[in-house]
């Protein structure tokens, strides 16, 4: 199993002497990962725990990048119908190139209805954009100057450079129209669901990624966890690892300082980590 670490971009906690201390910690304890993620627009009643502060997702990203060397850097998910197709496939690109290859796109539909309303974004057509998003991404990564026509978007044929190779793609989500995006565009399954949910689940996309002649997706999971009880802990991530999980995001909730962070990180992956 490999272990990401989710760092705060929101809240009093996203100022970047925090940022910056908090990636380092984690780039030194070994974690594979860092992950951030996405709001643009929280509504007056949705800003318990952040104030309604919310650094951009794609740029905290390229800023991390630059302030470090090995680890990774992912998203815990890009809400996809948020931002036009060929701009995010752009600005992913940009952050690829410059980061040397670590970039991780999870991808998600989204949920906050008066976000979708403050940017214009119809959210009952979130799944389509997500689809057409996921398309163009693959499209521009794959082929030099060629045109494009799809359900929601059409290009001429334009040069997509840089054009490094393209990053993971993790889906968010728990449906089957989730699952059917794994299979069409995803490395990795990124669901929001208990242990024993997961493990039928898994059971289930194993089955049909064997029947399209493909191998296993990372399976990601992302949870808080307590450190009063190693043992508990300990457990809590064994039954994720029984259930199928091959990848587990640390969610260290509202950390008070860099240092609450950098020792949470480090009691689970010097206690708890298998």
Not at 136 to 165: E, M, T
Request: proline share 5%.
């Amino acid at each position: 199993m490999k272990y990401g670490v989710a760092v705060r971009n929101m809240g009093p906690q996203s100022t970047a002497a925090t940022i910056r201390a908090c990636a380092a910690a984690a780039e030194s304890l070994g974690y594979d990962a860092l992950f951030v993620s996405d709001h643009l627009c929280i509504p007056p009643d949705q800003t318990e725990g952040s104030g309604g502060r919310y650094l951009d997702v794609l740029t905290t990203l390229a800023y991390l990048a630059g302030i470090t060397k090995r680890i990774r850097l992912g998203i815990s998910v890009l809400v996809a119908p948020y931002r036009p197709p060929v701009l995010t496939a752009k600005q992913v690109a940009t952050i690829q190139e410059l980061s040397g290859g670590r970039l991780i796109l999870g991808i998600g539909v989204g949920w906050m209805k008066p976000e979708f309303e403050a940017l214009g974004v119809d959210v009952r057509q979130r799944g389509r954009a997500t689809d057409e998003t996921l398309r163009v991404i693959h499209h521009l990564f794959r082929n030099q100057a060629s045109a494009y026509q799809g359900d929601l978007v059409k290009f001429p044929a334009f040069v997509f450079l840089p054009c490094p190779a393209r990053p993971e793609i993790w889906i968010g989500g728990n449906s089957e129209k989730a699952l059917t995006r794994v299979l069409e565009f995803g490395d990795g399954w990124h669901p929001m669901m208990s242990a024993d949910r997961l493990k039928p689940a898994v059971f289930q996309l194993k089955q049909q990624l064997a029947s399209r002649h493909r191998s296993n997706v990372e399976i990601v999971v992302r949870r808080g966890m307590k450190f009063d009880d190693i043992s508990a802990a300990k457990a809590k991530l064994t039954a994720e690892l029984d259930a199928g999980a091959t990848y587990f995001i640390l969610d260290l909730g509202r950390y008070r300082s860099e240092k609450e962070f950098a020792a949470g990180a480090e009691t689970f992956i010097q206690k708890v980590a298998l």
